[in-house]
């Protein structure tokens, strides 16, 4: 079913209710029936399942026995962006995909009671876990988002005195800033960054390592780094017109509804051009906000695309259609300097080396599209001044760590989280950025431990 706000006027009051959450959470009578359907497996597959490892039988028969804490802490004792994770992970490929019951009846709604849980959790505001008793060593965390948070949080229990270095106003990340409300609303990412500055964590916001504080201060004044910055802005396409107004760039796009709702496309025929996680949600964004029609155009086809299945459902439910094996060349605008069109090149699959994504390649003539919008969703650049201001070892900004212990080529510099995705390296999920932190802290944790011990 669709979201229907394709009017000449939408009141302020009825686009808030466009970003509302989507799906509601579970009743409890509801959460103690799914979590006693739960066979509560010694061999768990659902566990093996879970990058970050949460012992999910256990935080669901502590829903079953009403112990609503101990399955908060269970889950996000695991896995520090827990709550987060609960709405967001593709649990149908993970942890749900690998429930026994699936060869029987249905799996068990793993996500949906995660869900209930942290919900427990966060409406009662209470902190989940305590500082270890200090080691006198400091760490400073680069990036607040789920990679740096989980590092901090992690650090701060083992007794590190952590800083962690945000650009942004607030911390959280992607969590925080680049997943649309409605699926993930902001106070539940600032809920988990607040359980990690309970555990007196430093986070710096508004802070631009390298132009706010230098390199050179960071090295002096901890023993240890962590990198876990995320990526840049989406790139340009390199095609005439993307200076017209009305071409948006995703992240700026979706972050921006998550500050203010605005009226610009109302009435308005949207194009989004590209096919991942970012590109639906700039694509049912835009639905929500009123567009007349909303357009995915992608040069691949739909076996091709990156999104989620989920994500690609949730598009079409809204009312997305999309443009497949089109290629855009030409952002065309009107005299008023204002998007009036997209050309675009029809494409198809040419076969490639093995192990190797099939090659688009062109194949008739172009058309028009008659948008008054263009979305650029084509991925992201990477931090790459910064990796270099670092001296690190990369391929193209993608940092090169360590698979165990996510030590870089500087050994006191670590990194997690979408700077060491790419390249077969690293998983692009929330799930997997906190997976990340966690390993990062644990072996900082695991060579100064091993440091006292030889010298203590």
Known sequence: MGVSVNAA??????????FA?????????????????????????????????????????????????????????????????ARVCPTEELCEGACVLNHSSKPIM?????????????????????????????????????????????????????????????AGGLDTYGIVSFRLPKSISLWEVEQVRQLGVEIRT????????????????????????????VPDLGIEGEQLTGVYDAIDFVEATKAELVTDLVGKRVAVIGAGNTAVDAATCSVRLGAASVKMVYRRTRAEMTAYDFEFEFAKQDGVTFEWLSAP??????????????????????????????????????????????????????HLPLVEQLGLDHKRGIVTVNASTHQTSNPRVYAAGDVIFGEGQGEAMVVAAAQQGKLAAHAINARFSARSERYG
Request: aromatic content about 6%; proline content about 6%.
């Open 110 to 170: 793993i996500g949906q009671l995660q869900r209930y849980a942290t919900d427990w959790a966060i409406k009662r505001g209470q902190p989940l876990f305590a500082a270890g008793a200090s080691n006198g060593k400091s760490v400073g965390i680069i990036g607040g988002g789920p990679a740096g948070l989980s590092a901090a949080r992690e650090l701060a229990r083992f007794g590190f005195a952590v800083t962690v270095y945000e650009a942004k106003e607030q």
């Open 206 to 233: 508004n802070t631009k390592v390298g132009q706010d504080i230098s390199i050179e201060e960071l090295f002096s004044q901890h023993e240890a780094l962590v990198l876990a910055a995320g990526m840049s802005k």
């Open 329 to 382: 060349i030409r952002i065309i605008g009107d005299e008023d300097g204002k998007v009036a069109a997209l050309e675009c090149q029809p494409m198809r699959l040419e076969a490639a080396e093995e192990g190797i994504r099939k090659k688009p390649v062109p194949e008739g003539l172009p058309y028009l599209l008659e948008v008054d919008a263009v979305i650029k969703a084509i991925g992201q650049s990477r």
């Open 21 to 85: 959450e989507v799906k509601a959470g579970m009743r409890p009578k509801e959460a103690i029936e799914e979590s006693n359907r739960c066979l509560y497996c010694y061999d768990a597959p659902c566990i093996q399942a879970c990058p970050t490892g949460i012992n999910i039988p256990s935080f669901i028969k502590k829903i079953a026995s009403g112990n609503m804490k101990g399955s908060a802490r269970a889950i996000m004792d695991a896995n520090p962006v827990g709550a987060t994770c």
């Open 9 to 18: 006027f939408i009141p302020a009051e009825a686009l808030r209710r466009n």
